[in-house]
């Protein structure tokens, strides 16, 4: 049964994943924790996003954003990352969560309230504040397996159309995913259990895919922006209650 649960949880959370290019991995940790030991579940977490990640990468690679990936997002994340690596194996990350969870919901209700007042036109963050997001959201992602919140934030400024959006924002999924799994095959933290347990999940993440494919076609720009936005409220949300 906690597989069954898990696994409606894996098709809800990756399609809205390959619709906005974001958002999966933190529902199903957030939720899949209260049923899996959390180092159990975000190994698992981070393995089958890495998979999803490569299939959108794959399919919309024509659109990646290069130049802004490789010289701001992926340097700034890059650094964050080890820290935030450092901070899970150490420090207890619930009242971390807490925090995070309550500045996402502030930073997304903005976010919507800017774009209704500026019919969808969205400005890029200042540099100060989008190296504060970006370096925050590598040590994010090095604490839960899901940076998204902050990174994804600097990346709907920054990157106001979805096909550049969706491609560049898996990229560097794939990217910092790749040297989260080396962590663990390096730290031991990769095991049978969690192994087979993203084997199971695979068929989930294949639904949560083929849905989130249907339903991007029939969503435009202005949409997009909003569910991009929502999601992230939904995230921070998700953050508080299990925090």
Known sequence: ???????????????????????????????????FPIKEIVVAVVLIALIQSLWMVGRNYRNIR????L?????????????GRWVFQHYEASQLKLVLGVFVVFISVMELVNLYRN?????????PLAIAFLFAGGVVHGMFGTGGPLI???????LPD???????VPTLWVILNGALMASYGF???????????????VPALALGI????????????FVFKVVVQVVLLLTGIVFLLHG
């Open 152 to 158: 994804v934030y600097y990346a709907s400024r920054q």
């Open 187 to 201: 730290s031991g933290a990769i095991t049978t259990e969690n192994l087979g347990l993203a084997g199971m999940l």
């Open 1 to 35: 049964m906690k597989i069954f649960i898990l696994m409606l949880v894996v098709v809800f959370a990756k399609t809205i994943e390959t619709i906005t290019g974001f958002g999966g991995s933190v529902f199903v940790i957030a939720l899949g924790s209260m049923l």
């Open 210 to 221: 083929l849905a989130g494919e249907i339903i991007h076609t029939r969503v435009n720009e």
């Open 66 to 69: 290069w130049r802004i990936l």
């Open 162 to 168: 979805k096909d550049g959006f969706r491609a560049t």
């Open 119 to 127: 019919r969808g036109q969205v400005r890029p963050l200042p540099w």
């Open 71 to 83: 010289t701001r997002i992926l340097p700034l994340t890059g650094i964050g990352l080890p820290i």
